[in-house]
Structure formats: structure tokens, C-alpha cells
């Protein structure tokens, strides 16, 4: 049989595109759990039947390029007895899992009695067992001291039925079994799904064309990949970066390398993260599938944003691993607690702003880091219901995105293995979910990284308890080094947390910390802001005059680093830019550098 239609495989991979989206709706629509119907923090794709990522749609990226690694462990776990009907469930972060509070639901596809497909549904939990009250632990010294419950590969359902007796030791286990079993309902309902919609698509084009089609739908993935590398520049970048340090443990914090070797005439990309530090007795390690999934993704963010991304498109890159390291490379019982998050954040910010060093018009500015004050996780007894407990991840606050050399950044980023595909929580939904006001969110001024292309800025946030004590568990990771600029743009500014009192006095919090807020106390965040892409003095004034309006950009700040000069007020509506007075600004202040230079 030869190749497909071109118009055929563009239909099919749609029709798998939107299976995915159908399993998204339902897991958005049916989980219990704020993090994940609110949030968005969880992912789904279609993996073939022999294990190759095929169809991801709008999955976060550090969530779904390991998903192919768990399915196998699921066939090789269970060798010649896995059937329609089954499921299973995996969050072992030593088998491929991203971190143990991404609770995997695996579903295998069958047509004609031929394992086709394996549908993939992984979302974070609100709670996993955790020995405190959160499903990210920065401090465990190793998986005991984290507590999590861990499943490697594990059969949850044969014949469509749950195996109770895993349920049964869950919700035993687990702060909040109603709320958890809704959200384990969620995902297994988005895995059949998706089984439902396969089985119909096999049905229509019988297994011969669909087959045909994977082959044919990695193979034009992997030219799409071919065609771009080759139109980069042969190159070695070595890119450093370091993360936040931890208070009496890791003083310096975690220096990270990333070595990228691009090879346009083999059409390959060539990235070695051999070169990073050793486990870590605390929950910063990170797992193959977590450091694996950011570095690939900050990759698709330096090349075009249409190419397909699966295993055909994977083809083209390579990788070099230490055998045990912080880095892609835990070993037990090291705890991976952060996997998603502190480390892998800094890798994509790493891995795509190295890009820049190909020159103008390559890579990207660092992003904002941090899971800040908006982002903690949650936790205690609600009066309202009786003393109830609540255990939840947030999603109110969101970190300044970075500056590319086309666009400003996303003011609704995250965090860099986020890059926007989350949602950002309703205030209104929270408030009603948890004994919680939001006093107040606004973006902070001035504090972006300028550039021909200005970085997110960042935003603050308020909240303060309305009746018993709240927990907040805060694993931040962007308050001591900024988001860097690349190709001239400025740096972002760094993070903040603070506890203010019933009489408004503040303390400033350290960035990793587990702390009770009282009724009448604030706890205070400010998130970290995009770093800026290219000279600020190339910005065009008119965008200028609009950061200005918006107040985003002060207008000492316009005049000091953008050289843009104004005439009129905000205040009477005739602010606008004087075009004599910033062309002779900004010669000034290209001389002053040129002099600064040369001195």
C-alpha cells in the first residue's frame, strides 16, 4: 500500500486532535478537584499501540513527551495479559512519570483484537498521600520522608470495573478521598473516551489505512523537523543557569547546564545534560520524562510553532543522560516530589534562551519562574461544611511570560513548563471551594524586562483566610535570580513573598516555606516578570506610549531605558509621544553606551 492522500492524513490527524480535545472537555468538565477543573493542570494524548507518542494536541508539554515511556512499562508490567476493559495507573517517577502527584490513567485500545492505541489522561492531584499537606514537597529528604502513594503501572479496572482494593487503599490514605475519587473518575471517564471515539475511527478506516497513516503521519513530522534544522546554523551552545538556593541546604543553589550541538547537514539537534549536579537529598530531582519534556519543549519553542510533535518529529533529536543526577537521572530512593516545576522550569528557560546565541531572530528571553504565593497549595478545615478537610493546589497568580524576537510576553505565562496552556483560576470558584479571600491582584509596574520586545510583567497578590487557619505550602523557585534577557533585552525582576500581619506589619517569607495564616493576616506574592528580547532603544515608541497607558511601563521608565519622551498627560488623555525630543533621547543614550563601551 503506498502513501496516504495528502487531504486523508490531514483529516485523520484532526480527527485524533480532537479525540484529544473531546478527552480535555471531559476531565475539565467532570474532576472535583480545583487544580484540575479549574486550573487545567492536567494533560491528555493518544500513544500508539507500540508505544510511540502520536497525537498530543494541546497538552503541556512537560506533561505528555514521557507519556510513551509509561505505556511501555505498562506492557512490559504486564506481558501478554492486558486486555479491552483494562486500565491502568501510573505516577512513578523512577518508570518514565513526570512526579507522583501526576496520577497517569493508561487505557489500551484494541480493533479486531489487535492493541492499536493506548490512551493517555494525566492529572495532578491535589493530594497524594504527601506527609504534609501537599502534593509538592520541596524538603523531602528522600520518597519516605515524601509519603507519597506510588503506582507503577498498576491495574485499576478489568472488564470496564474498578479494582477496589486499589481505591479502597487510596482513599485510606489520601486528605480527601471524596475529592480525589472525583478526579480518578475524571480520568479514567477522559481515557474511554477516547477509546470510544479509537474504536470508531478504527471501525471507519479499517486497521490497514490506519496504520498507514501513523507511518505516514511520522514521516512527514520527521521532514518537517528535517526542514527546519537544516535551516539553522551548524552550532554548539553551552547555556548555565541556576536555581533558587535553599536556606541551610543547598546554599548556592542547583548551577544547570544544558550543551546543544545542532547539525543542519544530518538534520539533527544533539542535547547533552550529562554536565549537572548529582541527586539531592530534597524533592528538587527530576525525573527522565519531567527534565526530558522541558528541555524538548523549549526546543519546539526556538523552531516553528506548526511542526507536529511526536515521535516522528522526536526522530531528529538526541540526547546524552548521566547515569545519576539531579538532571533526567534520579536514583531511589531520591525524591522527584518537584519533577514539574523548580528545575525543569530553569531548563526550558535555559535550553531556549541558548537559541539566542544563533543570533537575531533565534530563541527566546527567560520566562518567569516560581510556584508563588498564588500558586500554593492549600490546606485545612472548612467551618462553612462542618470542619471539613480541603487540600488544593492554586492557580491564581501567573509569572510574566519572555520576550521572542516577534512578540512581547504572555501576561497569563505561569511558569515555563505552563507557557500558557493552563488556565488561571476563577477568584469566585476558589472563594466558594475554600475559606479564602482575594483582597486584591493587579500587575506590578515597571517590573518587565525591557526590549525591542518587552517581557510579561509580573503581578501581586492578597490573600488572606475567612475563618480557621490556612496551611500554605509555598515551593517557589524564582525569587533569587532573575529571568534573563537575551540579544540585548534587560533581565525580568525576581519574586516576593511576604506575611503581613492583623497590624500590617510584613515579613518577607523565604521563597520555599510552609506556613499558617490566621484570620486577619495577608499572605502578600509578587511573581517574577519576563526577561526583554533585543535592544530597548529599538522598540518602536508607539508600543512605548501604549506600555505607558496601560501602565505597565512608568513614564520615567520610557524615557530612562526606551528613550521614548512625551508631551501631554495620562490624566487629560493627549499623552503622546514627542518624536524630536526621543529620536535626540535615544541618540544620547546610544552615544552614553557606546561611550561606557569603550571606556
Not at 480527527?15 to 480545583?34: F, K, P, Q, W, Y
Not at 543553589?253 to 544530518?266: A, K, N, Q, S, Y
Not at 500558557?420 to 483582597?439: A, C, F, Q, T
Not at 520615567?556 to 501631554?568: D, I
Request: charged residues 25%; aromatic residues 6%; negative net charge.
Amino acid at each position: 500500500m503506498g502513501t496516504l492522500d495528502p487531504i486523508l492524513m490531514s483529516v485523520m490527524a484532526n480527527r485524533l486532535d480532537g479525540i484529544v480535545r473531546e478527552m480535555t472537555n471531559t476531565l475539565l468538565r467532570a474532576a472535583r478537584s480545583a487544580v484540575i477543573s479549574s486550573a487545567r493542570d492536567f494533560s491528555c494524548c493518544l500513544v500508539t499501540g507500540d508505544d510511540q507518542l502520536l497525537a498530543p494536541a494541546e497538552g503541556l508539554p512537560v506533561h505528555i513527551f514521557g507519556c510513551h515511556i509509561q505505556t511501555a512499562n505498562m506492557r512490559r508490567y504486564h506481558a501478554g495479559d492486558i486486555r479491552r476493559g483494562d486500565a491502568y495507573l501510573d505516577n512513578d517517577p523512577y518508570g518514565g512519570n513526570t512526579h507522583p502527584a501526576d496520577h497517569t490513567f493508561m487505557v489500551p485500545v484494541f480493533h479486531q483484537g489487535e492493541h492499536l492505541f493506548t490512551s493517555v489522561a494525566k492529572c495532578h492531584m491535589a493530594d497524594i498521600g504527601n506527609s504534609i499537606p501537599s502534593s509538592y514537597f520541596v524538603l523531602a529528604k528522600d520518597v519516605y520522608h515524601e509519603g507519597a502513594l506510588v503506582f507503577p503501572g498498576v491495574r485499576i479496572q478489568r472488564d470496564f470495573k474498578n479494582i477496589e482494593d486499589i481505591v479502597r487503599m487510596c482513599r485510606a490514605r489520601i486528605r480527601v478521598p471524596d475529592q480525589w475519587y472525583g478526579d480518578y473518575l475524571a480520568g479514567l471517564g477522559s481515557a474511554r473516551v477516547a477509546e470510544r471515539r479509537l474504536e470508531e475511527f478504527c471501525a471507519k478506516y479499517g486497521t490497514a489505512t490506519v496504520k498507514r497513516f501513523i507511518s505516514d503521519w511520522f514521516d512527514y513530522s520527521e521532514r518537517r523537523m528535517i526542514d527546519n534544522i537544516r535551516r539553522l546554523p551548524k552550532a554548539t551552545l553551552v547555556n548555565k543557569g541556576r536555581s533558587d538556593p535553599l536556606e541551610g541546604i543547598l546554599p548556592g543553589g542547583l548551577e544547570l547546564t544544558v550543551r546543544i550541538e545542532i547539525d543542519p547537514e544530518e538534520a539533527t539537534i544533539h542535547v547533552d545534560i550529562s554536565d549537572n549536579p548529582p541527586c539531592v537529598d530534597v524533592g528538587l530531582n527530576t525525573s527522565l520524562g519531567a527534565a526530558t519534556s522541558a528541555v524538548v519543549g523549549a526546543i519546539f519553542n526556538a523552531l516553528e510553532k506548526d511542526i507536529p510533535r511526536n515521535a516522528g518529529s522526536f526522530r531528529r533529536l538526541r540526547f546524552t543522560y548521566a547515569e545519576e543526577s539531579v538532571v533526567a537521572a534520579p536514583r531511589f530512593p531520591h525524591s522527584c516530589s518537584m519533577g514539574t516545576t523548580n528545575v525543569s522550569e530553569r531548563l526550558v528557560n535555559i535550553t531556549q534562551s541558548a537559541f539566542a546565541q544563533l543570533g537575531d531572530g533565534h530563541g527566546l528571553a527567560e520566562g518567569g519562574t516560581g510556584l508563588g504565593a498564588g500558586m500554593a497549595v492549600i490546606s485545612g478545615k472548612d467551618a462553612r461544611r462542618g470542619g471539613a478537610p480541603f487540600v488544593n493546589r492554586m492557580m491564581l497568580s501567573t509569572n510574566g511570560g519572555p520576550a521572542s524576537p516577534v512578540a512581547d510576553g504572555w501576561v497569563n505565562y505561569a511558569i515555563p513548563v505552563i507557557a500558557g496552556l493552563m488556565y488561571r483560576d476563577s477568584v469566585e470558584v476558589d472563594e466558594l471551594k475554600h475559606p479564602l479571600r482575594v483582597n486584591a491582584i493587579s500587575i506590578v509596574g515597571d517590573s518587565a524586562g525591557a526590549g525591542r520586545r518587552r517581557g510579561a510583567p509580573a503581578q501581586t497578590i492578597d490573600l488572606t483566610p475567612t475563618g480557621n487557619d490556612v496551611i500554605a505550602v509555598i515551593s517557589c523557585d524564582g525569587q533569587h535570580a532573575p529571568p534573563r534577557g537575551v540579544a540585548g533585552g534587560h533581565d525580568g525582576t525576581a519574586g516576593m513573598t511576604w506575611r503581613i500581619g492583623a497590624n500590617g506589619d510584613g515579613t518577607r517569607l523565604p521563597n520555599v516555606i510552609q506556613v499558617t495564616l490566621r484570620k486577619g493576616e495577608v499572605l502578600r506574592g509578587r511573581d517574577s516578570a519576563g526577561g526583554g528580547y533585543g535592544d530597548p532603544l529599538e522598540r518602536e515608541p508607539e508600543r512605548v506610549l501604549h506600555d505607558v497607558l496601560e501602565g505597565w511601563e512608568s513614564r520615567a521608565k520610557a524615557e530612562r531605558v526606551y528613550g521614548v519622551l512625551f508631551t501631554g498627560e495620562i490624566e487629560d488623555e493627549t499623552l503622546a509621544v514627542d518624536e524630536a525630543a526621543t529620536a535626540a533621547a535615544r541618540a544620547a543614550l546610544k552615544a552614553t553606551r557606546k561611550s561606557t563601551h569603550a571606556s
